[in-house]
C-alpha cells in the first residue's frame, strides 16, 4: 500500500485555540473488541486520574493493536469533547494516533511514564 500523503498545514490558531483542546495521558486498565462498530475496533477503558477519573470510547486501532498489549499502556486523549455514541457504547474521550504507512493507527503515547491526567502542552 502507498504511503498516506500528508495533509496541507491547518490554518494559523492562536494559543487561545490550542489551549481549549484538553489533551491527557490516561493508562488503558481494559481493552475488549467492540464488534457492534461499523468499523473493526476496540471498547476502552482508560484512567486518567483524578478529577477525571476512569472514559470509555470506541478505537480504531485494531491494525497493529491487540487488546491484551493496550492494557497498562499510557496514550493521550482528548477528553473536552462531547460524548459521541458509537453503537452502545457513549464514547466519551477521544485517543490520538498517526496513520502509519499501511493508514492503520500508530498511538500517541508518552516515551517515559507520566502521571494520569497531566495535560499536554
Do not use: C, H, W
Not at 453503537?87 to 474521550?93: D, E, K, N
Amino acid at each position: 500500500m502507498k504511503d498516506p500523503a500528508p495533509s496541507p498545514p491547518a490554518p494559523e490558531i492562536g494559543i487561545d485555540d490550542f489551549l481549549r483542546v484538553d489533551i491527557r495521558a490516561g493508562t488503558v486498565v481494559d481493552a475488549q473488541p467492540f464488534p457492534e462498530a461499523r468499523r473493526p475496533a476496540y471498547r476502552l477503558r482508560i484512567d486518567f486520574g483524578e478529577p477525571i477519573g476512569l472514559r470509555e470510547t470506541s478505537a480504531q486501532i485494531t491494525g497493529n493493536y491487540r487488546p491484551e498489549d493496550l492494557i497498562g499502556r499510557q496514550l493521550a486523549a482528548v477528553v473536552n469533547f462531547p460524548p459521541k455514541q458509537i453503537a452502545r457504547l457513549m464514547s466519551q474521550v477521544l485517543v490520538l494516533g498517526f496513520p502509519d504507512r499501511n493508514g492503520e493507527v500508530v498511538l500517541v503515547s508518552p516515551d517515559r511514564p507520566v502521571p494520569n491526567g497531566v495535560r499536554l502542552y
